[in-house]
């Protein structure tokens, strides 16, 4: 009995000194800035026929010099090229179809983005209907919006306000949709680990200790 | 030091992967009931340490741990230590399930060494205490970077060049480590000797 209680009292030192090297290693890594993540991560958007890429570490640092490929569905590679300064590396639509960039920042950091067919396809009409109206250049189409001087007879009547505005307003819907789209995925994975993050995996580690302290006792009491 | 998902060919991860599992098997059966609770301390504090980052170089650096973790729990290092990967994966994407094996290698056979190379230097005397500390720190993260870097050759250029990039990252991380690892040990050593390998001498 009295050898049973002294082994219990053994065991709750044990532990006493485990909370003592927790707060060991709490106190240690105190002052050390929780800065940024481990993870390089890609994002790419397309503009007219130009596929632009951006990459950075988790927390903003710009991924320099590291290397982009970019594959069809069929894991084929298409080309591959490397990010400036600014983490940044555009190139041509290679073919319409999804396409998958990877990008490798070297020492097994990897991230991966996809942008689909629909993507490019909407793109590319956008800005071939977009910009046979008028020359491309912002004056000109500046020029082609306001309405035509008032000597002018052949001209359509100027819209009601009203109306405009919806138009413009359903316009503007129509092109920001998928871009709020991207940005949602893009902040999606940019996401850091916060707090809830953390505490949740210190969590998920003591409740696995208990499952193994009571595996362990069950056996040590048979 | 973790390596992403897509990174490694598949050899290697099934490779990685049988190896962990034999290493965490054996961890598990030298776990007994007194040690779980310190092995999921370890785990936990490894598990923070990893999250966080300061930028250094390149890329960014962290304390890793593996090398006291490893000198504190033997062969209990690979579960430990399987367990904190394993939630960094699911919860922030570092590293990924399918690079786990490897990623656990590399965690945790630089501890196993440090236990083998320094539990015998903790009973001596001071100076070799502490020098045995900062072996832990400095060992634990040159022989991670050594592993990650024999774990990507295959997939990227020549070794001495990912082996030279990962370890002059980690070259400052290697006396952190070794400083911080030293002060640890100095500390349980004061507070709660029978801690360490190998208990204090009769």
Redo the contacts between chains.
Sequence with gaps: MTERSEKKRN?TG??R??????A??LF??AP?????????SVFAWVEGDTVHTESK???G?KA?GAVIEVYDETGKMLLTGKTDDNGAFSFAVPKIATLEV?L?????????WTVSEAEIREAKTGMSTGSKPSAPSGEAAVEALTPPSPTGTAGPAPMPVQELRNVVEEAMAEQLRPILGRLARLEDQARE?DLK??L???G???G??GV??YV??RK?NR | MHISEGVLSGPVLGAGAALAAAGTAVGLKTLDYEKIAGAALLAAGFFVASLIHVPLGPGNVHLILNGIVGLLLGWGAFPALLVALLLQAVLFQYGGLTALGVNVLIMAVPGLVCYYLFRSMLWKSARLRIAAGFGCGFLGVLLAGLIAAAALVISEESFLEVAGLILAAHVPVMFIEGIVSASGVAFIHKVQPSLLPGGPPR
Excluded: E, N
């Design positions: 065991g044990r532990v000194s485990w909370v003592l090297r927790l060991w290693i240690i890594l050390a800035i929780p800065a940024q993540a481990h993870r390089v570490f988790g927390g640092r320099k990877v490798k920042a070297g020492t097994g950091h990897q991230g991966s680990p993050d953390i949740g995996g210190i998920y580690i003591f696995l200790a193994a302290a362990a006792a040590r």
